[in-house]
């Protein structure tokens, strides 16, 4: 039961140009999205969130953006750092803020 | 920065075995979360944990699991009798409602 997906399995970028990632959410519960980052081997790192009551949350060259009728929302990073090569959660929850729901990642590569 | 800790790294055990896996989450987070990635796969939710109950678990987390915070600072996650498919990375966190941070993980080897 996969409710949240993300369809790109990797991203190659090129290093000052812009990286975005997507995910797709089937839940319309869903109120609060959060995108985590992860390196091999370690575990994964909180990045951004964002609630359903926004559309937009920005964090130095992280931005996330929330289309709920369209239950998407993407991380923007600009500009892409050859340090940002990882890979990339996003995941979801409903109101009782307890279970996550993970995306399957996505790969992203940036080319310095 | 506070972090969260897990214990083994990694831990090899036979079928049938039971391990205890620990955590030491960061000292004022309210809730304590164990996620399992099975390798190549997605990141799954097993438990949360509450205000000293679980909170919420999912159909992974069946009677062969349970958790534990025994005193004010570990978590533990315990599988009774392990099976082959339980070989996976099992991550902790800990948090608030809706932020969660996460350790590095225990590699379980199943064998």
């Known amino acids: 039961d996969q409710q949240v997906k993300q369809n790109s399995p990797s991203l190659s970028v090129q290093e000052g140009r812009i990286s975005i990632l997507n995910c797709d959410y089937t839940?319309?519960?869903?109120?609060?999205f959060l995108w985590y980052k992860k390196y091999p081997a370690e575990g994964p790192t909180f990045l951004i969130s964002?609630?359903?009551?926004?559309d937009k949350n920005e964090d130095g060259r992280f931005t996330v953006f929330l289309n709920k009728s369209a239950k998407h929302l993407s991380l923007h990073i600009v500009p892409s750092q050859p340090g940002d090569s990882a890979v990339y959660f996003c995941?979801?929850?409903?109101?009782?803020?307890?279970?996550?729901?993970f995306g399957t990642g996505t790969s992203l590569t940036v080319i310095p | 920065e506070p972090e969260v800790t897990q214990t083994p790294s990694h831990q090899v055990t036979q079928m049938g075995q039971e391990v205890i896996l620990r955590c030491v989450p960061i000292?004022?987070?309210?809730?304590f979360y164990w996620y399992r990635q099975i390798l190549g796969q997605k990141v799954e939710f097993l438990v949360s944990?509450?205000?000293?109950?679980?909170?919420?678990k999912s159909e992974i987390f069946d009677d062969q699991f349970s958790v534990e915070r025994p005193d004010g600072s570990n978590f533990t996650l315990k599988i009774r009798s392990t099976k082959l498919e339980d070989s996976a990375m099992y991550f902790c966190?800990?948090?608030?409602?809706?932020?969660?941070?996460f350790g590095p993980g225990t590699r379980l080897t199943v064998t």
């Open positions: 944990f509450y205000n000293n109950e679980i909170s919420e």
């Open positions: 000292s004022n987070h309210l809730y």
């Open positions: 964002i609630s359903s009551i926004k």
């Open positions: 966190a800990s948090g608030y409602a809706y932020e969660q941070y």
């Open positions: 839940n319309s519960m869903f109120d609060y």
């Open positions: 995941a979801a929850s409903e109101n009782t803020g307890n279970q996550f729901y």
